[in-house]
Nanobody, 130 residues
Framework: QLQLVESGGGLVQPGGSLSPSCAAP??????????IGWFRQAPGKEREGVSCISSSDTLTPYAASVTGRFTISRDNAKNTVYLQMNRLKPEDTAVYYC?????????????????????WGKGTLVTVSS
């Protein structure tokens, strides 16, 4: 069974940067065939899609609230997906999760609340505060 492990969260001041990663520890499993999504959930709020990336690395939708500030990327050689977060705001504070699914519809996986993911990580906490 595929295991997803998030890391790289932490405490950062407004305007700062963080770059969490989502990895599938080897050697048994690979992320290559999966679309990968980053999601976040703040206390008292519903989970929302932040950004997703297709298995082909050609499609990368973003939530409007993060467009221009966040960049998703993947490195198949390292079996890892990254979320570069710049110009962070207090409202970005949340637990950030990654998920994997065998799909070509990366827009749907990012925005549909009932979209069935194959695997979820346990999350990494990002706190943006002065």
């Amino acid at each position: 069974q595929l295991q997803l492990v998030e890391s790289g969260g932490g405490l950062v001041q407004p305007g700062g940067s963080l770059s969490p990663s989502c990895a599938a520890p080897g050697p048994r499993f690979t992320l290559d065939p999966y679309a990968i999504g980053w999601f976040r959930q703040a206390p008292g709020k519903e989970r929302e899609g932040v950004s997703c990336i297709s298995s082909s690395d050609t499609l990368t939708p973003y939530a409007a609230s993060v467009t221009g500030r966040f960049t998703i990327s993947r490195d198949n050689a390292k079996n890892t997906v990254y979320l570069q977060m710049n110009r962070l705001k207090p409202e970005d504070t949340a637990v950030y999760y990654c998920a994997a699914v065998l799909t070509l519809n990366v827009q749907a996986m990012c925005v549909l609340r009932d979209y069935g993911m194959d695997y979820w990580g346990k999350g990494t906490l990002v706190t943006v505060s002065s």
